[in-house]
C-alpha cells in the first residue's frame, strides 16, 4: 500500500462489527478568538520591544510638563478677583494643548501602523504566520485591536492628563470630559483603520502618506466650512461637508471642541481652536461606522492578496 493512502480497517459484516470510518489526522490551526487575541499581544509587545511605546510616552510626560508648568505660572500670578476670566483663560490653555495632543495621537496611529502589514509583507515575515491553519482576517483584527489599545493608553495619557491637570490645578472640571476623550479617541482609530486598509496593498511610506493626506485634507475642508459659514458661502459649506465625509478626523475634533470650549468663547461664537460650524451626531454615528468598514476593508484587501 502507498504511504499517503489513508488505511481503512473494515470488519467483516459476518462479524457484527461496525465497519471503521476513515481517520483523517489533519493539523488544526487556533480558533479565531484565541489567534485575534494572540496577534493583539504580539502586535503590542512588538511596539513594546521596538520601543515605540517608551518613545511616545517619554514624548507625551514631557508634553504634559510644559503644560503643567504653564498652568502653574498662569494661576500663581492672577490676581485673586478675577476668577472668572482665570477659569476662561484656563479653559482656552486647556483646549488649546487639546488640539495640539489630538494631532500628536492621530500622528501615532498613522506612524506606528503604516508598516504593520505591508513591512511584513515586504521583508517576508508575514509568511511565517499567513502560511499556518488560521485565517486571514483574524491577523488583521487582532494587529487592530493591539494598535487600538495603545492609542486607548495614549489617549489617556495625553487627553486625559491634560484634562486632569488642569482640574488638579484649577480645581475646575470642564464639562463633557469623557465626551471629549471619546471623540478623540474615536478620530485616532478611524486614522488607524486608514492606514491598515492602505498598507494592505501599499508599501509602508506610501501608506503613511495616504494617511495623512487625507487627514491634511479634512483638516483644510474644516477650515473652509468654517469660512464659508461666517461668509454664509454656502458653495464653501458644501465643501467642507464633502471633505468630511471622505475623511471625517477634523469633524470629531470639531465637536469635541465644541463640547469642551469655555462659555466666553461659545458666546463669542469661532475660535481658532474651536468651531461655529458644529458637525451632529449623525457625524459621528457616521465616523464610527467609518472606522469599522476602513478595518473590514483591509481584512478584505489582506485576504484576498497574492503573497
Not at 470510518?21 to 490551526?29: I, K, S
Not at 478584505?300 to 503573497?307: E, K
Request: hydrophobic letters at 55%; aromatic letters at 10%.
Amino acid at each position: 500500500m502507498n504511504e499517503n493512502a489513508i488505511e481503512v480497517h473494515a470488519a467483516s459484516p459476518a462479524s457484527g462489527q461496525a465497519i471503521a470510518e476513515p481517520v483523517l489526522n489533519l493539523a488544526r490551526g487556533p480558533g479565531a478568538l484565541r489567534t485575534t487575541l494572540l496577534m493583539a499581544r504580539v502586535t503590542f509587545r512588538e511596539a513594546a520591544r521596538r520601543k515605540i511605546l517608551w518613545i511616545a510616552a517619554l514624548a507625551g510626560f514631557a508634553f504634559l510638563g510644559f503644560f503643567w508648568t504653564a498652568l502653574h505660572f498662569v494661576l500663581k500670578n492672577a490676581a485673586p478677583q478675577a476668577k472668572v476670566s482665570i477659569r476662561e483663560a484656563i479653559g482656552m490653555m486647556t483646549m488649546m494643548v487639546l488640539y495640539a495632543g489630538s494631532m500628536m495621537t492621530s500622528l501615532m496611529a498613522v506612524l506606528t501602523s503604516c508598516d504593520t502589514l505591508s513591512g511584513e509583507i515586504a521583508s517576508g515575515t508575514i509568511h511565517a504566520i499567513a502560511t499556518k491553519p488560521v485565517q486571514r482576517w483574524c491577523l488583521v483584527l487582532g494587529k487592530w485591536l493591539g494598535f487600538v489599545g495603545m492609542l486607548t493608553l495614549y489617549v489617556l495619557l495625553i487627553e486625559g492628563g491634560s484634562i486632569g491637570l488642569s482640574w488638579f490645578e484649577s480645581g475646575y472640571l470642564a464639562h463633557h470630559a469623557l465626551a471629549v476623550l471619546s471623540l478623540v479617541w474615536l478620530q485616532s482609530v478611524v486614522l488607524l483603520g486608514v492606514t491598515m486598509a492602505a498598507s494592505t496593498c501599499l508599501s509602508s511610506l506610501t501608506s503613511g502618506a495616504v494617511s495623512l493626506g487625507l487627514y491634511g485634507l479634512a483638516f483644510v475642508g474644516g477650515w473652509i466650512e468654517q469660512f464659508g459659514a461666517l461668509r454664509h458661502l454656502q458653495a464653501l459649506v458644501n465643501l467642507g461637508i464633502l471633505s468630511s465625509l471622505i475623511m471625517p478626523s477634523d469633524a470629531l475634533w470639531r465637536r469635541a471642541a465644541f463640547k469642551f470650549q469655555p462659555p466666553l468663547i461659545g458666546s463669542v461664537g469661532a475660535s481658532p481652536f474651536g468651531s461655529n460650524l458644529v458637525p451632529s451626531n449623525a457625524m459621528v454615528v457616521y465616523a464610527a461606522l467609518y472606522a469599522v468598514l476602513a478595518i473590514l476593508l483591509a481584512q478584505i484587501l489582506f485576504a484576498r492578496r497574492d503573497l
